[in-house]
DNA sequence: GATATGTTACTCGGATATTTAATGTCCGAGTCTACTGGG
DNA sequence: CCCAGTAGACTCGGACATTAAATATCCGAGTAACATATC
């Protein structure tokens, strides 16, 4: 699984310690953890395109979540960074052996590709019923000085 | 994931429907899909070190079942293609945020590290209580006619 | 007929190319800000 | 003092290198089977 996914879960994570009214250019977003500043910029366009953050251009401008924490959930991160396909692409091999039919969707009836595909649907139950809130929630109890630390390392240095 | 999983899990149930005292080449299981020989070999070759296959050399060589099926699991394949470690790796990138500390195992305390490594974890329970003899037993209660088709494609044409 | 022996063909195993995807970098288009000059 | 206009700097967005990994291939080492010759 790509880097990008731990970057961009991170920095939504981060986000939602900012006021809704201020973006975060990626330079700073990036500086926060020291990651290269040009491909966390690749990957939160990623984020932009599925509808998680939007991004505003030219001074004061930046990223900044598209929705409230509550709905955006963990499951939708990986999916705008990874790509909606599932991890194991079945190929159908079952149609090249003998008794294989042109006509049949082997995806649908290939017992190892049904195990595979309830495995990876458990896994996205379990993503897609954590959401950033709850992730904010945990932290901000376990670390209560977390969010201040974050929104001041965030907060524009221009203001 | 890789290509290689989906081959090796077929290979291998396939290899549950030859009798025990049977190797079964490299190219003959390969040309059951019409895959390229050589690149099977080599994902058998890593069913070999993680003591899934055993392998002969030589003529009426081949590979076989390391043990029962029973005693094989979907995740002890998909383990053996892909490696040991974990599709989300934790590169604890809050050590380099602000209060990150050399000291502390972020693998452990970062929440979504514990999120998507608990996700994953359903995921592995999920495939490790499948094993090669369930799937064998689910594909001849709905296709009786597999078992024999296969033996017989693998049957050694010398004999 | 049985046995020892040399030859042959077969199979795996790892070393070596090739292709694809992930990672990383750079520069231009667009936009908002802030300043400047005039009314 | 207020307002319009303009220059400037900032930011994203996508196009362009670079590196790592998956994919694919090839040839040698070892081994078991077979044929052969001998007892």
Not at 52 to 72: D, K, Y
Request: aromatic share 6%.
């Amino acid at each position: 699984m790509s880097e990008g996914v731990e970057w961009a879960l991170h920095t939504c994570l981060n986000l939602t310690w900012v006021e809704d009214d201020r973006a975060v250019p990626a330079a700073m977003l990036a500086a926060f953890y020291e990651l290269p500043p040009a491909y966390l910029n690749k990957q939160l366009q990623a984020l932009v395109r599925a509808g998680i953050l939007t991004s505003t251009s030219g001074p004061r401008g930046g990223f900044r979540l598209a929705r409230r924490p509550e709905e955006i959930t963990v499951l939708d991160v990986v999916v705008a960074i990874e790509g909606p396909q599932e991890a194991f692409a079945c190929t159908e091999i079952l149609r090249q052996g003998p008794g294989g039919e042109p006509g049949v969707d082997y995806r649908k009836t290939c017992v190892i590709s049904q195990t595979m595909r309830q495995a990876e649907l458990t896994w996205r139950r379990e993503l897609a019923g954590r959401t950033l809130a709850d992730l904010r929630a945990t932290v901000e109890e376990r670390f209560p000085a977390a969010p201040g630390q974050t929104r001041r390392r965030l907060a524009d240095a221009r203001a």
